[in-house]
């Protein structure tokens, strides 16, 4: 059974920077048969989709609001997926998700995903 759970949230001026770490556990063939995704949701407001990337890591997509201030990564021999998100802004105070799908049904941006990860919280005040 996949599992997936988030790190690295916390209290962050704004400005500031934070690198969330997602570690999936339990997936019996490789990670690359999995797209990886980034959602958050903030209080009072529906779930977003902020970033997503491929199975090689060969393609990502970025919300376009925050495409200057985010970047994802991964490393499969981790088994671990990273969102860096830079010049953090207030309005990122949010859950942040991770999610997996697998690459013949996840869309570019991430959605159709199977599997979702408990979330951090990212609070973005001074």
């Known amino acids: 059974q996949v599992q997936l759970v988030e790190s690295g949230g916390g209290l962050v001026q704004p400005g500031g920077s934070l690198r969330l770490s997602c570690l999936v556990s339990?997936?019996?063939?490789?990670?690359?048969?999995?797209?990886i995704g980034w959602y958050r949701q903030a209080p009072g407001k529906e779930r977003e989709g902020i970033s997503c990337?491929?199975?090689?890591?060969?393609?990502?997509f970025h919300k376009v609001s925050l495409k200057d201030r985010i970047a994802i990564s991964r490393d499969n021999a981790k088994k671990t997926v990273y969102l860096q998100m830079n010049n953090l802004e207030p309005g990122g105070t949010a859950v942040y998700y991770c999610?997996?799908?697998?690459?013949?049904?996840?869309?570019?941006?991430?959605?159709?995903?199977?599997?979702w990860g408990g979330g951090t919280l990212v609070t973005v005040s001074s």
């Open positions: 990337i491929s199975g090689r890591g060969g393609a990502t």
């Open positions: 999610t997996a799908g697998s690459i013949l049904r996840a869309t570019q941006d991430c959605r159709n995903m199977d599997v």
């Open positions: 339990g997936v019996t063939s490789d990670l690359d048969y999995y797209a």
